[in-house]
C-alpha cells in the first residue's frame, strides 16, 4: 500500500519543477493524479511517464489556474475520470521581479491574477468536492516571502501573503465545519527549478538584489531540490498528518532564523 492509495489528487503547475516531481511522488505512492498546467507538451510528458508504471494513473489536463471556467472543467473532468477528488496541490505560479518602486499596477495585478486568484478558484471548487468523499487535504504552495517580505518581488510576495491568510481562513471554516478537509501552506525558500534558473536573465541588467549577486555555487548550496518540498507535500497530502491544518511549513533550511 502506497502512502496515499487510491486517494484522488490534482497537481496544478505538473509540467515542471515542483509540482512535476509532486505528481510523479504521489503516483508512486498509490494517488490517481490529474496533471494540470498551461504547458500542454511538457505537462501531456510527465502524465505520460506516470502511465507507463501506473498505467491509468494520471490525467493531462491544460489549464489557466486564473480561468474559472478552465477550473470547471478541471473539476468535472477529475469527477468523470476518477470518480471524486481527495487531495488539491495548488501548486502553479508565476515570479516577477519588481520592488515597491518600479512594479507596475499592470504587473501587480497579473502576478496576484495567477497566485492569489488562482489559488482561491482552486479551493473554492476543491472544498465542496472534498465534502462529498467526507474529507480531504489542500496544499497551497506559497514561499518564505510570504512571512520574511521580498524587496525584489513586492507583488509576489504579497500573493504569496495572500494565499497564507487564505489557507489559514479555510482551515477554521473547515474545522467549524467538521467536514474533515484540511488546508496548510508551505513556504520554501529557493528550489532549483526552471522558475529560478531563468531569473538572473529575466531581471533588468544592474538591477540590485541578493538573488542577482549568487553565483551558480551559492545557489545550489542555499536552494532546495523539488524532491525536498515533493516530501512535504506527500505528507501533508496522507493521513499521516490528519491533524494537522492551517499549519505554514516553512521549508527553508533555517533560512529566516537569526544567527545569533
Ligand atoms: N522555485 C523557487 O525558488 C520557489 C520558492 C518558493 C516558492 N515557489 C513556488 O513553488 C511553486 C512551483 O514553482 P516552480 O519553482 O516549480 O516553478 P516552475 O516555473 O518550474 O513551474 C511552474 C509551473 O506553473 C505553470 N503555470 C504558470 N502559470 C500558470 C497558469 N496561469 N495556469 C497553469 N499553470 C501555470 C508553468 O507552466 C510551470 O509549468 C510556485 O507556486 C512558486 O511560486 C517556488
Not at 511522488?25 to 493524479?33: F, I, P, T, Y
Not at 471556467?69 to 496541490?89: C, N, P, R, S, Y
Request: aromatic letters at 6%; proline letters at 2%; charged letters at 20%.
Amino acid at each position: 500500500m502506497g502512502r496515499v492509495q487510491n486517494k484522488v489528487a490534482i497537481v496544478t503547475g505538473a509540467a515542471s519543477g515542483v509540482g512535476k516531481e509532486d505528481a510523479l511522488l504521489l503516483a508512486r505512492e498509490g494517488a490517481k493524479v490529474v496533471l494540470t498546467d498551461l504547458n500542454e507538451a511538457d505537462g501531456t510528458k510527465v502524465a505520460a511517464q506516470i502511465n507507463a508504471s501506473h498505467a491509468g494513473s494520471a490525467l493531462f489536463v491544460k489549464h489557466d489556474i486564473a480561468s474559472e471556467d478552465d477550473w470547471k472543467a478541471v473539476m468535472a473532468q477529475t469527477e468523470a475520470t476518477f470518480g471524486g477528488l481527495d487531495i488539491l496541490v495548488n501548486n502553479a505560479g508565476i515570479l516577477m521581479y519588481g520592488n515597491i518602486e518600479d512594479t507596475s499596477l499592470a504587473t501587480w495585478q497579473k502576478i496576484q491574477r495567477v497566485n492569489a486568484d488562482g489559488y482561491f478558484l482552486g479551493c473554492h471548487y476543491a472544498v465542496p468536492a472534498m465534502k462529498k468523499r467526507g474529507g480531504g487535504s489542500i496544499i497551497n504552495m506559497a514561499s518564505i516571502s510570504a512571512i520574511g517580505g521580498q524587496g525584489s518581488f513586492c507583488a509576489y510576495a504579497a500573493s504569496k501573503g495572500a494565499v497564507t491568510a487564505m489557507t489559514r481562513s479555510i482551515a477554521a471554516h473547515c474545522r467549524m465545519e467538521l467536514n474533515n478537509i484540511r488546508c496548510n501552506s508551505v513556504h520554501p525558500d529557493g528550489i532549483m527549478t526552471p522558475m529560478v534558473a531563468n531569473l538572473h536573465s529575466s531581471m533588468p541588467k544592474g538591477t540590485k538584489t541578493a538573488v542577482r549577486m549568487m553565483d551558480q555555487k551559492q545557489m545550489m548550496a542555499r536552494f532546495a531540490q523539488p524532491m525536498d518540498i515533493a516530501n512535504l507535500v506527500l505528507f501533508l497530502a496522507s493521513d499521516e498528518s490528519k491533524f494537522i491544518s492551517g499549519a505554514e511549513l516553512r521549508i527553508d533550511n533555517g533560512y529566516l532564523m537569526w544567527a545569533d
